[in-house]
């Protein structure tokens, strides 16, 4: 078994993982989420292992470098650090309300994966630099980050605004408020890793640190957007609704940011859906 077919079951393992979460949450069965969360956990082991295997089978490939090269091992190292993300807040917080949504999103992008082309390919010369780790893994734990923010900010809005009877589980609102915050800050510390380790990258590769690609500048307007809602959070005192509306356009750039501009020219084409 190699590591594209062990993803592809870890896709039903998060499928599951939500099925058993949203049992929990409609139902009120607290072993359905007891079980959940051992399968979270179970999914992100496998997650890890299917990235190991594929970083080792690219050494026996001859190419040797780490899974984050194309459209397909990014979705999958999106839904890993989602699912790490999610877990650390679970232990932290003693609440698995957040346990759909967020296993939802990893097995989104698990399942947009296996529609990408899977095989190994060598790195292309841009490519071939010791940054590309550095670079993917700091921009995919803020998008992550930022994913789990648009989640919970999805909840509270639902919830102030005449959602499901369930929602009443959730935390209270104050807490949801913060803790969005706290995940906006933690992405944006990623984020701006991520657009400094890819400018000195870029300089190594095209000899420029900034060229304006639409990537690059799509990065930027996202970046934008969540320092205007830290901002807005910290001088201007906003909290609740108008921080969670922020949160969900910040992520809605996001997406925008690694799937839009595929669509476009740019240097970025590298990344582009086949």
Known sequence: MNSSSILSIITFVYGAAVFLYLVELVFKKSLAGRIATVVTIIAFVGNTTGL?????????????HAPLSNLYESLV?????????YIFIEWKYKNRVFGTLSTALACCAMAYASLKPDQIQPLIPALKSNWLIAHVFTCFIGYASFAIAF???LLYLLRRFGGPAMLDRLPADNLLDELTHQLVMFGFIFLSAGIITGSVWANSAWGRYWGWDPKETWSLITWFVYAGLLHARFMRGWQGTRIAVL??????AVLFTYFGVNYLPGLHSYGAPS
Request: neutral net charge; glycine residues 12%; hydrophobic residues 60%.
């Open 52 to 64: 190991v295997m594929r970083w080792v089978e690219s050494y026996q490939l001859g190419f040797g």
């Open 77 to 85: 190292f999106f839904a890993w650090s989602i699912a790490l993300l």
């Open 247 to 252: 949160s969900i356009v910040g992520f809605l």
């Open 151 to 153: 989640g919970i900010s």
